[in-house]
Nanobody
Framework: QVQFVESGGGLVQPGESLRLSCTAS????????VGWFRKAPGKEREGVSC????????KYRDSVKGRFTISRDNAHNTVDLQMNSLKPEDTAIYYC???????????????????WGQGTQVTVSS
């Protein structure tokens, strides 16, 4: 059974940074595009960022552009999300997911992502 493990979440103050990491067992992430999605209480799930299987293509939602950076290390089967200048509105559960492609549409819908992790909580509060 495929298992994702997300780590790196926590409680930080506005302006601080966190680095989320995602790895998977029984799934070779290099075969897949990988995305980070988030869900805040009372809000719909939204796509944050995705990266193509080769790492050449990346996408970000507008609100995190310039603050978040997605990267992957296929040799170690990991995908990271570096989050800088965090804001209270970034507070959510963050999920890692593997799918077929990384495009703006894929990020918006999440429909082409079939493997999902359990999520890690990110809280930004003073």
């Amino acid at each position: 059974q495929v298992q994702f493990v997300e780590s790196g979440g926590g409680l930080v103050q506005p302006g601080e940074s966190l680095r989320l990491s995602c790895t998977a067992s029984k799934l070779i992430l290099s075969y897949y595009a990988v995305g980070w999605f988030r869900k805040a209480p009372g809000k719909e799930r939204e796509g944050v960022s995705c990266i193509s299987n080769s790492g050449v293509s990346t996408k970000y939602r507008d609100s995190v552009k310039g603050r978040f950076t997605i990267s992957r290390d296929n040799a170690h089967n990991t995908v990271d999300l570096q989050m800088n200048s965090l804001k209270p509105e970034d507070t959510a559960i963050y999920y890692c997911a593997a799918g077929t492609s990384c495009s703006s549409g894929d990020l918006a819908s999440g429909e082409n992502y079939g493997y999902w992790g359990q999520g890690t909580q990110v809280t930004v509060s003073s």
